[in-house]
């Protein structure tokens, strides 16, 4: 035992430091190559922005997962790349600087001064044209084969293969396609440009070019509305139209992107909103703001495509309660084309708070849809408060609704807006009314309320004059409470129908009560609420998009309609009105008989 040799200290050392030095490796290997991957990627990322900044197409980020295409450029299969969303242009990643030396995007004006209005020639870009689009010289489906081919002009839209195209093709001017009447042209704008050099200012004569059917488009997107779909939609509609037609709202203001109106002629621009109400409301806001400046007669007609939560402005002018993509972006171009022009009253809201020594400024709003206080407030006030905590977690149209139902709950069991009649003294043209034990009081200028509920008409057989939008009056109603108000919106109840006036006016004597007007709710004191007509706004309606309730709940005034000229419109609507228009007894007999049908009600 004595004889065995033992091993040496540095041997036992010289092991552990192997053991050691692999397990540092086995550690730190990994992490390294983490941090040099995440390095090459970052480098990879700045560079691409890079380019996408100096360059001059529009450049957004894709990959194989999100559109499956193939390069302009090298003909392969993009894994990761970019796509260009005014020309339709897609490249792999290594191959950007090329695609920018070898193609060009589409040129919102012609450099050359001196062409003709009518000399635009195809722009043709080849591969990845969209499904189901034809040749247009062999009539065959074009894009089928799994390989970059056929061609695409990025500003008719037209399709050809590549056996069909021909030189006499190639040189062939361009008519702009479908949406030649919406579109602005390049050398439009060249030659607005060199007119403005030269100091005049009479655009029609160009226009007269254009045809009498020419209405150019203008496109306000609110990238942040609803489900966060305008992002996409700008790029949708660059293709498709010119793309100075085409506003990001959130970055160019409605006050400045309109003043591209003041460029086109006389009484022929329109608008497409896209957005929520909320985004609408601006919109005019800008609108009136051209009045104020002396550009009435540059003034367009706006039309809507609802991408908000509620859309109740939408839906009364016939757009739908939400787009969801539901429909190609081009039907809905061919929608704004076929629009009929409508007027909108538009209501200024005044807040005055109680007291002489109040130094608060007077409160202004304008109102385009409704305005309330009461359990609707309430539940818009506490969805805005939360949203506004987290903006993140509101992008979805479902969970939102879900939130204000969740809100609407609480306050069915709460009551905090009740005995609201000991609160407020209500006054219709002038004229006290008094108000049974309600919880809400809501003013309407439009058909549709709280997500695509007929306030006013309600439900049963009794007749009711029709909400409009464009008579010069409101139509004000009360709920008892978020009980009521979810059985109004699922048909189960009428509302309280208070009347129809000109003018709105209600005191607030004491606590604090939610209001909100057209969804901007907030909390306000003792105050006088003052409703008068402010101005009108000139709409686009569309009528392809009723639903069967408006069918019916229409059908025998629009019959009348057609025939009658406006002069008779005008009369059969006062008679229409003087039925329930506050004059005294009329005024009673209305509230005595809601009170009744609510007591057999419930």
């Known amino acids: 035992m004595e004889g065995e040799k033992?091993?040496?200290?540095?041997?036992?050392?010289?092991?552990?430091?192997?053991?050691?030095?692999?397990?540092?490796?086995?550690?730190?290997?990994?992490?390294?190559?983490?941090?040099?991957?995440?390095?090459?990627?970052?480098?990879?990322?700045?560079?691409?922005?890079d380019i996408f900044r100096k360059s001059k197409h529009g450049w957004r980020d894709t990959d194989l997962f999100s559109h499956p295409t193939y390069c302009c450029v090298c003909a392969q299969h993009i894994l990761q790349g970019a796509f260009?969303?005014?020309?339709?242009?897609?490249?792999?990643?290594?191959?950007?600087?090329?695609?920018?030396?070898?193609?060009?995007?589409?040129?919102?004006?012609?450099?050359?001064?001196?062409?003709?209005?009518?000399?635009?020639?195809?722009?043709?870009?080849?591969?990845?044209?969209?499904?189901?689009?034809?040749?247009?010289?062999?009539?065959?489906?074009?894009?089928?084969?799994?390989?970059?081919?056929?061609?695409?002009?990025?500003?008719?839209?037209?399709?050809?293969?590549?056996?069909?195209?021909?030189?006499?093709?190639?040189?062939?001017?361009?008519?702009?396609?479908?949406?030649?009447?919406?579109?602005?042209?390049?050398?439009y704008l060249t030659s607005i440009n060199q007119m403005r050099k030269d100091k005049k200012t009479d655009y029609a004569v160009?226009?007269?070019?254009?045809?009498?059917?020419?209405?150019?488009?203008?496109?306000?997107?609110?990238?942040?509305?609803?489900?966060?779909?305008?992002?996409?939609?700008l790029?949708?509609?660059?293709?498709?139209?010119?793309?100075?037609?085409?506003?990001?709202?959130?970055?160019?203001?409605?006050?400045?992107?309109l003043q591209l109106c003041t460029l086109l002629p006389y009484y022929s621009a329109r608008v497409l909103v896209c957005g929520g109400d909320g985004t609408v409301g601006w919109v005019l806001d800008a609108v009136d703001e051209m009045k104020i400046k002396g550009q009435e007669k540059?003034?367009?007609?706006?039309?809507?495509?609802p991408l908000g939560t509620g859309n109740d402005l939408s839906n009364t002018l016939g757009w739908g309660t939400g787009y969801a993509g539901e429909i190609p972006v081009a039907q809905v171009l061919r929608n704004v084309m076929e629009a009929d022009g409508v007027k909108l009253d538009r209501w200024k809201v005044q807040v005055t708070n109680k007291g002489y020594y109040n130094l608060r400024k007077l409160k202004e709003f304008t109102m385009n849809n409704y305005f309330s206080v009461g359990p609707d407030a309430l539940m818009a006030l506490n969805f805005h408060a939360h949203r506004e905590k987290a903006p993140s977690l509101f992008s979805s149209r479902?969970?939102?609704?879900a939130v204000y139902l969740f809100y609407g709950t609480k306050d069915c069991l709460v009551q905090e807006c009740k005995d609201l009649n000991k609160k407020v003294e209500l006054e219709l043209d002038g004229e006290r009314v008094e108000l049974p034990n309600l919880e809400g009081i809501i003013v309407l200028n439009i058909g549709y309320w709280g997500g695509g509920c007929r306030l006013w008409e309600g439900m049963g057989d009794e007749t009711y004059p029709l909400a409009r939008h464009d008579d010069g009056l409101l139509e004000v109603v009360g709920v008892y409470g978020s009980f009521h108000c979810a059985q109004i919106q699922v048909k189960l109840a009428n509302p309280f129908r208070i009347g129809q006036a000109h003018t709105v006016r209600l005191i607030l004597k004491c606590s604090m009560m939610p209001m909100q007007v057209d969804?901007?709710?907030?909390?306000?004191?003792?105050?006088?609420?003052?409703?008068?007509?402010?101005?009108?706004?000139?709409?686009?309606?569309?009528?392809?998009?009723?639903?069967?309730?408006?069918?019916?709940?229409?059908?025998?005034?629009?019959?009348?309609?057609?025939?009658?000229?406006?002069?008779?419109?005008?009369?059969?609507?006062?008679?229409?009105?003087?039925?329930?228009?506050?004059?005294?007894?009329?005024?009673?007999?209305?509230?005595?008989?809601?009170?009744?049908?609510?007591?057999?009600?419930?």
């Open 6 to 49: 033992r091993p040496a200290p540095y041997e036992g050392l010289f092991a552990d430091g192997h053991l050691v030095l692999w397990t540092l490796c086995s550690v730190l290997l990994p992490v390294f190559i983490t941090f040099w991957c995440s390095l090459q990627r970052s480098r990879r990322q700045l560079h691409r922005r």
């Open 84 to 187: 260009c969303d005014c020309c339709g242009l897609r490249v792999d990643e290594g191959c950007l600087k090329k695609a920018d030396k070898r193609f060009h995007c589409k040129e919102i004006m012609l450099k050359n001064d001196s062409k003709a209005l009518d000399a635009m020639h195809h722009h043709w870009i080849r591969g990845n044209v969209p499904l189901c689009s034809y040749c247009v010289v062999c009539k065959q489906q074009c894009g089928s084969q799994p390989k970059l081919c056929d061609y695409r002009c990025i500003w008719c839209q037209k399709t050809v293969h590549d056996e069909c195209m021909k030189n006499s093709l190639k040189n062939e001017q361009c008519d702009f396609g479908e949406f030649k009447n919406l579109i602005i042209p390049p050398s």
């Open 206 to 233: 160009l226009a007269s070019k254009l045809g009498k059917q020419w209405t150019p488009l203008i496109i306000l997107a609110n990238s942040r509305s609803g489900t966060n779909m305008g992002e996409g939609l």
């Open 235 to 257: 790029g949708e509609f660059r293709i498709l139209l010119n793309p100075v037609q085409v506003f990001d709202v959130t970055k160019t203001p409605p006050v400045k992107a």
């Open 298 to 305: 540059y003034i367009p007609q706006v039309a809507v495509l």
């Open 398 to 401: 479902i969970l939102n609704k």
């Open 519 to 602: 969804g901007e709710p907030w909390a306000q004191g003792p105050c006088t609420v003052t409703i008068t007509h402010k101005t009108h706004a000139l709409m686009l309606y569309f009528s392809g998009e009723q639903t069967d309730d408006d069918i019916s709940s229409t059908s025998d005034p629009e019959d009348t309609k057609e025939t009658e000229g406006s002069g008779q419109r005008k009369k059969r609507k006062e008679k229409e009105v003087t039925g329930l228009k506050l004059d005294g007894s009329p005024t009673s007999l209305l509230i005595k008989r809601q009170c009744q049908q609510f007591k057999k009600m419930y």
